[in-house]
């Protein structure tokens, strides 16, 4: 029996998986059980190229689940959008729970037919910056990285001659490597918007390195387990008082590093020079939109206000294109990086969209892709 | 700061039954009042979206007003109320982006609060001379 609010430990029982898993593979065991028990029709994993590449895929074979494993640290993408129009399960970091969330608010994503296995995430990198960072402050060639690792603050990286190097994230984030800014500012680290909030915080003892802990967050979590645990993929136990408390923990240092690093990232401008920082940050804008087309909360298509009333020749002297965009994400935006990220002109998009949404979510209490009920600000008014 | 004898533009969006009224008893009242405005009428307050007052600043408008009826009185039940939703937002957006609150303005006049209307215009355009062209006026526009 699994309840709603459980805390256990657990992993999968096939021990290649389990061996392979991030954790204790308990992940890939529930995705493959939820697939082979007809809980959903396909499921959404990381199909791995190399350490810094990989592509999400929507599979129904059950092999391709179970050849997912491990944790990307450097593939920070985003994956809500391809649970649309399908009845999957997913792994979820807190920011792809949040956006599959916003985008059910708007209709576009049924949560009845998904299931979110969520991630706990400390943050992930991004894979150019992860490449120079190898070369720069690892004197490693990314070519020769097999594997890597995070463990006791240190992010480890392995060569295929054996070798192993281990450097405080710390010291990385200090010389302008190491996580993206979105992650840094990031307050939300167990995905408690998830159905199920798996991750590696508090797995301590013997099963240190190979058990996944797992925090049941909702009724679909319960089937998500008890499923699993049916078709004799996984295995669980209750998690000890301790475990819980590490987890706990652990949990307040990264979140309240978070809020430290928030009032770092965005230091006030004074009122009358942020026109003009913001003209200068968007001016190398080459109008390629892959920040809209990239946004896991955009929920526009393709026909929108942003790109239609949007044209170069007007010569304006701030962008229609981003001055809708800012405005229209202000209630939705969950800071995931995902624009930042894809600018080919290295503008920091989601920092500048954070000054917009932030302020404008706190003064209104809330917070996007936390709960499907809690009607975005925008919508407030309701024909009576 | 604004050249000599410099007159802002002020773009007021009127809703067709409430606030149009009012700029129109304005003008059979006799009130006086500046002639920096330029009325866009739109049926109804509710119409305006944020899209519009972008367009109007980036087109080179000083101030763009945002009008309608009293709450209550909108003539499409709850127009006004999602006027309201949409212009909070809009307002923390333009003061974040560095315009100068005073550029941006929202009121409900009634169709016959003819002198409201006129004061409104009055003050707008006293406040927006003061502040000179807006930022975001395009090169060559006055
Ligand atoms: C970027 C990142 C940061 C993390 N940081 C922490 C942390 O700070 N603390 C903590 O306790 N746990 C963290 N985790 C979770 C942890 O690494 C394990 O994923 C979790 O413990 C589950 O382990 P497992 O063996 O059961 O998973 P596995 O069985 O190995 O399954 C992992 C699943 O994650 C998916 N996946 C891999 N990379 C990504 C990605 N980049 N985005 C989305 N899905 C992905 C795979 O497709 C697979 O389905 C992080 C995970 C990620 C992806
Ligand atoms: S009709 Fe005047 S605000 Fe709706």
Redesign the pocket.
Known sequence: MVNVGDMLVGY?TDEN?RK??????????V?AAALEKGLVENVV??KHINEFE?VPIITNDVDEVLA??????S???N?AKYAMGRKVAM???PC?AQAVIEQAKRGMIDLDNTYIVG??????MHPVTTKKMLVAMYDIDPEDVVGED?EKGKLIFKTKNGEEKAIAIDELEEAGFGRRESCRFCTL?IPVNADLA????GVIGDLAGSA??CQVMNDKGVKLLENAIEAGRIEVEPASDKAIAIRAKVNDV?VNLGSTLEKEIFPDIPDKERMQYYMEQMEDCIDCGACKEVCPVCACGEDSKCTMFHSLVDNYKMSMYHLVRLLHLSDSCIACGQCSDVCPSDIPITLLQSRFAIPSQRKREYTPGMNVDDVPPFFEVILK | MAEEGWEPKIVAFCCNWCSYGGADTAGMGRFQQPASTRIIKVMCSGRIDPLHVFNAFLEGADAVLVTGCHIGDCHYVNGNEKTEVKYKFLEEMLQQLGLEPDRLHLNWISASEGERFANFITDVTAKVKELGPSPLKPEGVK
């Open positions: 999968a998986v392979r898993g991030a954790s204790g593979g308990l992940v890939t065991a995705l994993v990381m990989a997912s494993t491990g944790s990307l640290h593939v920070p993408v994956l792994p979820a970091k792809d991630l706990n995430c400390g943050g992930s995070i680290k798996c991750g590696n915080w996944t802990f990264m």
